[in-house]
Nanobody
Framework: QVQLVESGGGLVQAGGSLRLSCASSARTFRGDVMGWFRQAPGKEREFVAAISQNGRNTDYADSMKGRFTISRDNAENTVYLQIDSLKPEDAAVYYC??????????????????????WGQGTQVTVSS
């Protein structure tokens, strides 16, 4: 069973930055596509970004391009999400997800929750205006 543990959330002022981390227990981490999603109260979980196994390819939700950057360190079994110029509407629980056993090229986009096998518990991001 793969465990994903997110960290780095917290309270930040609008305009500030955060870097979220997700540590994976998977021995096959370097073979997993990794993604970030977020869910605000009363809203559906929405895709933020995904990254290929070697980190060379990324996919972002159209509304997330520019302020969000996904990256990974396969030596550390960790995926990151940098969020810049935070806005109040970015406040949500941010979830890390892993897609094990899939080729990056098996999908044109990685925004569906059904593409992922494993999920973390989430980390809360709160933005004060």
């Amino acid at each position: 069973q793969v465990q994903l543990v997110e960290s780095g959330g917290g309270l930040v002022q609008a305009g500030g930055s955060l870097r979220l981390s997700c540590a994976s227990s998977a021995r096959t981490f370097r073979g997993d596509v990794m993604g970030w999603f977020r869910q605000a109260p009363g809203k559906e979980r929405e895709f933020v970004a995904a990254i290929s196994q070697n980190g060379r390819n990324t996919d972002y939700a159209d509304s997330m391009k520019g302020r969000f950057t996904i990256s990974r360190d396969n030596a550390e079994n960790t995926v990151y999400l940098q969020i810049d110029s935070l806005k109040p509407e970015d406040a949500a629980v941010y979830y890390c997800a892993a897609s094990s056993g899939s080729s990056w090229w098996s999908r044109s986009r990685w925004w569906s929750t059904t593409a992922y096998n494993y999920w973390g518990q989430g980390t809360q991001v709160t933005v004060s205006s």
